[in-house]
């Protein structure tokens, strides 16, 4: 059974940083690319940033290139996206995702089969 956990969530000042991290079980990062889409309330699901396999290559949304960050830790099958600079347009419930292999963009939501629950970040002013 494939489960994605995304923590490190939680409320920060305008400026400010946050890690977030997603634990993949049942498969590995060896041979999955990750991903990270955020939903603010009654916006879509937005792309935010991805890894391929391995760590291989990044991609990142305009939106938050040069403050936000992806990185891969095969051993821990963890996914961890780096926040800094925030600012209050952040704010949305950020969800992680999974996919075998990838070499693309990976800036679909469709092209991902594993999501986990979500984890809520809120940007104050």
């Known amino acids: 059974q494939v489960q994605l956990v995304e923590s490190g969530g939680g409320l920060v000042q305008a400026g400010g940083s946050l890690r977030l991290s997603c634990a993949l079980s049942g498969r590995s990062f060896s041979t999955y690319s990750g991903g990270w889409f955020r939903q603010a309330p009654g916006k879509e699901r937005d792309f935010v940033s991805a890894?391929?396999?391995?760590?291989?290559?990044?991609y990142y949304a305009d939106s938050v290139k040069g403050r936000f960050t992806i990185s891969m830790d095969v051993a821990k099958n963890t996914v961890y996206l780096q926040m800094n600079s925030l600012k209050p347009e952040d704010t949305a419930v950020y969800y992680c995702?999974?996919?075998?292999?990838?070499?693309?963009?990976?800036?679909?939501?469709?092209?991902?089969?594993?999501w986990g629950q979500g984890t809520q970040v809120t940007v104050s002013s």
């Open positions: 995702a999974a996919k075998y292999l990838g070499s693309a963009t990976l800036a679909s939501e469709n092209e991902y089969p594993y």
């Open positions: 890894v391929t396999w391995s760590g291989g290559n990044t």
